[in-house]
């Protein structure tokens, strides 16, 4: 699994790459932390199919 990940930024507006800042396993899948390195925004994503960022 990579540690950085292309994303759209709210906080910035543009596409960046996001750093993989945590990362275990839950019942529902593997869950990652992400985070904005220019503005510390964050989301996580669990097995890639939930995804706090949608919100």
């Not at 540690?3 to 993989?20: A, D, M, Q, S, V």
């Not at 275990?24 to 994503?45: A, I, S």
């Amino acid at each position: 699994m990579s540690l950085e990940l292309e994303h759209e930024c709210p906080e910035c507006g543009e596409t960046r790459t996001f750093w993989k800042v945590a990362s275990m396993e839950v019942h529902l899948g593997t869950k990652m932390k992400w985070d904005c390195p220019e503005c510390d925004y964050g989301f996580v994503q669990i097995d890639g199919n939930v995804d706090s960022s949608a919100v």
